[in-house]
């Protein structure tokens, strides 16, 4: 039983865009040193890519990027 609703979740989590399934992942993992070890055994491929290197400097440089686009949007 607990595998099968391990799988059933991974899939919902799979189903959220990126962004916001990376938030929700490093949310949890950071409320202690308890869940982050349930996501990393539970989940280990969802906390790999919440917590990859590649993936925080995407998120930077996109949410910078988007600060810029505002930016320059704005009327003067």
Request: aromatic residues 6%; contains cysteine.
């Amino acid at each position: 039983m607990e595998e099968h609703l391990i799988k059933e979740l991974a899939r919902r989590f799979r189903r959220t865009p990126a962004s916001k399934r990376i938030a929700q992942i490093r949310e949890f993992a950071g409320r202690s040193d308890h869940h982050r070890k349930l996501i990393e055994k539970a989940f280990p491929e969802l906390y790999k890519e919440a917590t990859s290197p590649e993936r925080k400097a995407s998120a930077f440089s996109s949410s910078e990027s988007a600060q810029t686009v505002e930016l320059c949007a704005k009327p003067r």
